[in-house]
């Protein structure tokens, strides 16, 4: 849990949280970062992709808030409802002790369209102890804090509208408006309750105000919702706890009108305070797709693992040949391929840290490991889910035949450099796995295809990196071709199953990298001062990456060393057990949050250790 001290004077409050001192709610559209302060100051509306309405945690005075707090000094700590996504935040005063309850209803059936769901965020405060006085404040700033906004009174409802959107807020408490604000203060004793409610206003269900009673029943709701869905996992190894949080965040990053997974729900959250590695992760990377097939399957979620298979082959189907490729490395939550990227240069970045970008130009990179990570993901649910289609599998022989064609081109890579193409390994691994699998697939099922042509292309791939690959200067695989540079995403040579786990080359690759790159369990991805990717400054230790290490040490055998530097790695979550893409040097979570791609990897280092243990 967290313990944070909140001044009463909101002048004294630190300008910016830490990224870590956030919650993460959400209706499976859309989510909320809650501080641990009391204050939301993250929220985009009515879909993650969307302009944000609160986005404080960019820009602390025109990002926007929705501020819900004790008005006297207080010790605050968070905790998720066991088993929810519905998070508590509780104030701890010399009077008494009060908590806010924040959450967001999910629509009865979650793939409804979006046109016919209400978009609510629920804000319940309780005084549970004593007498509490309390404030809140709710300041929208539409389009990324760039629309004007009116405000009028409706009836009882608040009105905040702007061109394109209009939020309602409902209270059971006076509220005072300012013709751009609303502000509200009351008191609470022992055993009562207000509630603030803000729904997307402008659609086919109209706003309705949120009483006790309503906000009691929607709180039951929302609590039974995902208590129903975690009662699926199957997981009932050593480390439940953080494998559940894990999954459930899963979830919230889940967009169910097409079952698409987000990188993750932000944008621009720096990867090193005042540097330039900022970008927009909140849409669907196809690499992530064999991590979060495997993980959704192996917890037992094979409804996800469904729908976000869906997803990829109703919306990432073999294009028309453009020059990256017949996929491209992402897409939009609804599919689309048109992700421009720009800067918002009136938002100064959290604490300062400029660019703020929407948009992402990666989107048009060659990165030729994404066909491996989706045939990879097709084979993984053929075998544990469900056969794929002869649709489907037409597809996939149209990807391997591209590969098949294109493998050896030099490429931007797994990291999304932007300093030139580069033989880059993983890029050739990745090839081998998308060819591998698809040979596996097609003869376990008796599928057609050019098997010959097939096994030449894996064959020729395979000779390539253990003669191109390989330094014996460095007695290791290195990241590209003709260098010595080495690279984290080498780890996934034994977990691709493209090398034994104990051969002689890879446990020497496995002592290098673990000589340079480890740091406490934490991994670098690799240096940037010896291998340059066209940015300015340093970064934090990749989390993912230090979760496939744990996952090559079991699979080496050197299991004691896993669990410790597993159980290590635990430590750096933050209080409520979420992870950012980065780890920084004295601890603290850098980069976008929560990440997707380090929870999934969380839950396969987790399987794959608990099953090595026995």
Same mark, same amino acid.
């Given at each position: 849990?967290?313990?944070?001290?909140?001044?009463?004077?909101?002048?004294?409050?630190?300008? !910016?949280?830490?990224?870590?001192?956030?919650?993460?709610?959400?209706?499976?559209?859309?989510?909320?970062?809650?501080?641990?302060?009391?204050?939301?100051?993250?929220?985009?509306?009515?879909?993650?992709?969307?302009?944000?309405?609160? +986005?404080?945690?960019?820009?602390?005075?025109?990002?926007?808030?929705?501020?819900?707090?004790?008005? &006297?000094?207080?010790?605050?700590?968070?905790?998720?409802?066991?088993?929810?996504?519905?998070?508590?935040?509780?104030?701890?005063?010399?009077?008494?002790?009060?908590?806010?309850?924040?959450?967001?209803?999910?629509?009865?059936?979650?793939?409804?369209?979006?046109?016919?769901?209400?978009?609510?965020?629920?804000? /319940?405060?309780?005084?549970?102890?004593?007498? &509490?006085?309390? /404030?809140?404040?709710? +300041?929208?700033?539409?389009? !990324?804090?760039?629309?004007?906004?009116?405000? /009028?009174?409706?009836?009882?409802?608040?009105?905040?509208?702007?061109?394109?959107?209009?939020?309602?807020?409902?209270?059971?408490?006076?509220?005072?408006?300012?013709?751009?604000?609303?502000? +509200?203060?009351?008191?609470?004793?022992?055993?009562?309750?207000?509630?603030?409610?803000?729904?997307?206003?402008?659609? +086919?269900?109209?706003?309705?105000?949120?009483?006790?009673?309503?906000?009691?029943?929607?709180?039951?709701?929302? &609590?039974?919702?995902?208590?129903?869905?975690?009662?699926?996992?199957?997981?009932?190894? /050593?480390?439940?706890?953080?494998?559940?949080?894990?999954?459930?965040?899963?979830?919230?990053?889940?967009?169910?009108?097409?079952?698409?997974?987000?990188?993750?729900?932000?944008?621009?959250?720096?990867?090193?305070?005042?540097?330039?590695?900022?970008?927009?992760?909140? !849409?669907?990377?196809?690499?992530?797709?064999?991590?979060?097939?495997?993980?959704?399957?192996? *917890?037992?979620?094979?409804?996800?693992?469904?729908?976000?298979?869906?997803?990829?082959?109703?919306?990432?189907?073999?294009?028309?040949?453009?020059?990256?490729?017949?996929?491209?490395?992402? !897409?939009?939550?609804?599919?689309?391929?048109?992700?421009?990227?720009?800067?918002?240069?009136?938002?100064?970045?959290?604490?300062?840290?400029?660019?703020?970008? &929407?948009?992402?130009?990666?989107?048009?990179?060659?990165?030729?490991?994404?066909?491996?990570?989706?045939?990879?993901?097709?084979?993984?649910?053929?075998?544990?889910?469900?056969?794929?289609?002869?649709?489907?599998?037409?597809?996939?022989?149209?990807?391997?035949?591209?590969?098949?064609?294109?493998?050896?081109?030099?490429?931007?890579?797994?990291?999304?450099?932007?300093?030139?193409?580069?033989?880059?390994?993983?890029?050739?691994?990745?090839?081998?796995?998308?060819?591998?699998?698809?040979?596996?697939?097609?003869?376990?099922?008796?599928?057609?295809?050019? *098997?010959?042509?097939?096994?030449?292309?894996?064959?020729?791939?395979?000779?390539?990196?253990?003669?191109?690959?390989?330094?014996?200067?460095?007695?290791?695989?290195?990241?590209?071709?003709?260098?010595?540079? *080495?690279?984290?995403?080498?780890?996934?040579?034994?977990?691709?199953?493209?090398?034994?786990?104990?051969?002689?080359?890879?446990?020497?690759?496995?002592?290098?990298?673990?000589?340079?790159?480890?740091?406490?369990?934490?991994?670098?991805?690799?240096?940037?001062?010896?291998?340059?990717?066209?940015?300015?400054?340093?970064?934090?230790?990749?989390?993912?990456?230090?979760?496939?290490?744990?996952?090559?040490?079991?699979?080496?055998?050197?299991?004691?060393?896993?669990?410790?530097?597993?159980?290590?790695?635990?430590?750096?979550?933050?209080?409520?057990?979420?992870?950012?893409?980065?780890?920084?040097?004295?601890?603290?979570?850098?980069?976008?949050?929560?990440?997707?791609?380090?929870?999934?990897?969380?839950?396969?280092?987790?399987?794959?250790?608990?099953?090595?243990?026995?």
């Amino acid at each position: 849990m967290s313990q944070t001290p909140f001044p009463a004077d909101t002048s004294a409050r630190p300008r !910016y949280l830490p990224i870590a001192e956030h919650g993460l709610i959400g209706d499976l559209r859309s989510v909320a970062l809650v501080g641990s302060n009391g204050t939301i100051d993250w929220y985009c509306s009515p879909s993650f992709d969307s302009p944000s309405v609160f +986005a404080a945690v960019l820009d602390a005075e025109r990002g926007g808030c929705f501020e819900l707090a004790a008005a &006297v000094p207080a010790r605050t700590k968070q905790f998720y409802f066991p088993d929810t996504n519905v998070l508590i935040t509780r104030f701890f005063t010399e009077e008494g002790v009060g908590e806010v309850q924040d959450f967001m209803p999910v629509a009865a059936d979650d793939r409804q369209s979006g046109e016919a769901v209400r978009h609510r965020l629920i804000r /319940r405060v309780v005084c549970v102890r004593g007498n &509490v006085p309390f /404030r809140a404040l709710v +300041a929208p700033r539409f389009d !990324y804090g760039a629309a004007p906004h009116t405000v /009028r009174d409706a009836d009882g409802t608040l009105l905040f509208e702007s061109p394109d959107l209009a939020l309602a807020l409902t209270a059971t408490v006076a509220v005072e408006c300012d013709g751009r604000d609303a502000r +509200a203060e009351f008191k609470l004793g022992e055993g009562e309750t207000a509630v603030f409610a803000l729904d997307q206003a402008g659609t +086919a269900l109209a706003p309705r105000g949120c009483a006790h009673a309503e906000a009691e029943q929607e709180f039951n709701a929302t &609590v039974a919702y995902w208590r129903r869905w975690l009662h699926q996992s199957r997981y009932r190894g /050593r480390w439940r706890e953080m494998v559940h949080r894990s999954a459930l965040t899963l979830k919230l990053l889940t967009y169910a009108p097409t079952g698409a997974i987000v990188a993750a729900p932000t944008t621009s959250l720096p990867e090193q305070l005042g540097g330039e590695r900022n970008w927009d992760y909140r !849409y669907v990377w196809v690499r992530d797709a064999a991590f979060a097939v495997y993980a959704l399957l192996r *917890l037992g979620f094979s409804g996800e693992a469904e729908a976000f298979m869906r997803f990829l082959t109703t919306h990432i189907s073999p294009g028309d040949g453009a020059a990256s490729g017949p996929l491209q490395i992402m !897409y939009g939550i609804d599919g689309r391929t048109d992700l421009p990227e720009r800067e918002l240069p009136h938002l100064e970045g959290h604490q300062g840290s400029a660019p703020v970008r &929407v948009g992402n130009a990666a989107a048009d990179q060659l990165q030729l490991d994404i066909y491996g990570a989706l045939i990879d993901s097709v084979y993984l649910f053929d075998k544990w889910a469900q056969p794929i289609s002869s649709a489907q599998w037409d597809d996939v022989t149209h990807l391997v035949e591209w590969v098949c064609a294109h493998w050896d081109q030099p490429d931007e890579g797994v990291w999304e450099t932007r300093g030139g193409r580069k033989n880059f390994l993983y890029s050739r691994l990745m090839c081998w796995v998308a060819v591998e699998r698809a040979i596996r697939l097609a003869n376990r099922r008796g599928l057609p295809a050019e *098997l010959l042509r097939w096994r030449q292309t894996r064959d020729a791939i395979y000779r390539r990196i253990m003669d191109r690959g390989w330094s014996a200067r460095r007695n290791a695989f290195v990241q590209h071709e003709d260098g010595d540079v *080495l690279d984290a995403s080498l780890l996934m040579m034994p977990l691709a199953k493209f090398i034994a786990p104990t051969d002689p080359k890879w446990l020497s690759t496995l002592d290098a990298l673990t000589e340079e790159l480890v740091s406490d369990s934490l991994v670098y991805r690799y240096d940037p001062r010896v291998s340059p990717d066209g940015l300015r400054g340093d970064e934090g230790t990749f989390s993912i990456c230090s979760f496939w290490y744990v996952e090559a040490l079991v699979r080496a055998g050197r299991v004691d060393e896993a669990r410790l530097a597993f159980e290590k790695m635990l430590t750096y979550a933050n209080h409520l057990g979420l992870y950012a893409e980065e780890i920084g040097r004295t601890g603290e979570q850098q980069g976008n949050f929560p990440q997707a791609f380090t929870h999934l990897s969380l839950i396969s280092a987790a399987f794959n250790l608990d099953r090595a243990l026995g």
